[in-house]
């Protein structure tokens, strides 16, 4: 079974920074994505980034794209969700997760990862 451990969430003042770990133990494979989602309540959840084992290419929501930088290390195996510039709309539960198979493709919808973390809280206040 995959584990995903979440951590680095927080309160922060709008025009800051967080940076988020997810660490990964279990089988993973390189081919597959890891990505972050993020909900916020009475919202759906909403893709935000996601990267390959294998690659170092990031994949980025429009609304973040710019701000938010997404890497790994993989003797680590821990992804990392850099957030610059937060904004009070980027206030949601934090959720890492990993595909449930190889895709070539850039969807990211949710119902294409089987693994998720437990969450973690990012609040920012304006």
Request: proline residues 2%; glycine residues 12%.
């Amino acid at each position: 079974q995959v584990q995903l451990v979440e951590s680095g969430g927080g309160l922060v003042q709008a025009g800051g920074s967080l940076r988020l770990s997810c660490a990964a133990s279990g089988r993973t494979f390189n081919g597959y994505f890891m990505g972050w989602f993020r909900q916020a309540p009475g919202k759906e959840r909403e893709f935000v980034a996601a990267i390959r084992w294998s690659a170092s290419i990031g994949y980025y929501a429009d609304s973040v794209k710019g701000r938010f930088t997404i890497s790994r290390d993989n003797a680590k195996n821990t992804v990392y969700l850099q957030m610059n510039s937060l904004k009070p709309e980027d206030t949601a539960v934090y959720y890492c997760a990993k595909s449930k198979r190889y895709y070539s493709g850039s969807d990211f919808s949710a119902n294409r990862f089987d693994y998720w973390g437990q969450g973690t809280q990012v609040t920012v206040s304006s």
